[in-house]
């Protein structure tokens, strides 16, 4: 009889919400990305605004939901992904082993990571900070910038871009790397559950600290 | 060959009610922030609006002379010089006509 160990990695709250944000992301930023350039013409241009207002509708209240609904889950997370040691200078010393692994094939030791390792806590921090301020700028710009004096909607917008921007040339990275770990991959789309050997070798800190047999055969 | 799953989870809760009140408190003040400092700046922005107004009718009440057919020099231009208000005089004199002045200022 084989018996394949598998934890529970990412919560169906937790799965939802990045259902909604992938739903609701890709169209932001591929909007997003057209309204800087303004490559089209003027039709085109207002699809793309009303497309890019209601893709930023949909995170804001999915944002909001998961505030509400899964603030347990919310502050879990940051506690994580600020939570730093010195094996978190160690890991991005080596960049956490992957330019080794995918560009000469050789895998090296890396240091003991949590649940998240240190390039994961820097994207979230990224995507914590970074998001909040796209939600409530993208929202004044949109819903009241008649309101607003002529230099704090300046602010506001120059804001939004930066963080744009800065989330979406993370993007690529982190589908490239979320791919890459496809059993993470999969737990994070599919099921939510990945094994205990793989979580082992990736989070050994998080196996040893915060795990717990669940119950038999479910 | 029978696949079985042995399940594992979280050991809930990971955080310890001091972190939950601790974390979830500078949670929200960071939240907060943002949206009091935007509701700050539109006030301040009626605020000027609203002290601009209010000096506008301040002017007008202390004004001896609010509308111009109460205008004593007006009234003595019509009697002694311009015959009647929108007159043929008044208007060859009052009436001004468009010109383009931006052309020489374009090289």
């Not at chain 2, 007159?87 to 004199?93: A, Q």
Request: include cysteine; charged fraction near 15%; hydrophobic fraction near 50%.
């Amino acid at each position: 009889m084989h018996h394949e160990l598998l934890i529970l990695k990412h919560p169906l709250r937790v799965r939802m919400f990045h259902y909604l944000l992938i739903v609701s992301f890709l169209p932001l930023a591929a909007t997003g990305v057209i309204l800087y350039f303004k490559p089209l013409g003027e039709s085109a241009m207002n699809l793309a605004m009303q497309i890019h207002a209601a893709a930023g509708a949909l995170l804001a209240l999915a944002a909001g939901a998961f505030f509400l609904l899964a603030f347990d889950r919310l502050l879990l997370f940051v506690k994580r992904i600020f939570t730093f040691s010195l094996d978190d200078v160690r890991w991005f010393a080596v960049l956490g082993g992957y330019p080794q692994k995918l560009l000469l094939g050789r895998k090296i030791s890396v240091p003991p990571m949590g649940k998240y390792n240190s390039g994961q806590k820097l994207f979230g921090i990224c995507v914590l900070i970074g998001g909040a301020v796209l939600i409530i700028s993208g929202l004044a710009l949109w819903a009241f910038p008649h309101l607003l004096p002529r230099a704090a909607t300046a602010y506001l917008g120059l804001l939004h871009t930066f963080f744009g921007w800065l989330l979406t040339l993370f993007l690529p990275v982190h589908l490239f790397l979320g791919v890459y770990m496809v059993d993470d991959f999969k737990a994070m789309i599919l099921h939510g559950r990945i094994p205990l050997a793989e979580a082992g070798e990736m989070s050994p800190r998080w196996v040893e600290k915060e795990i717990i047999p669940l119950s038999e055969n479910q | 060959m029978e696949k079985q799953s042995l399940s594992y989870i979280e050991n809930q809760p990971a955080l310890s009610r001091r972190e939950f009140i601790t974390i979830g408190g500078i949670v929200v003040a960071f939240l907060a922030l943002p949206v009091v400092w935007i509701r700050t700046i539109v006030a301040s922005n009626n605020d000027y609006i609203r002290a601009r107004t209010k000096g506008l009718y301040q002017d007008d009440a202390r004004a001896a002379v609010r509308v111009s057919h109460a205008n004593k020099s007006v009234a003595r231009y019509y009697r002694e010089f311009g015959g009647e208000p929108l007159g043929h005089l008044s208007h060859e004199l009052l009436h001004t006509s468009y010109i383009n002045r931006t052309k020489g200022l374009v090289s």
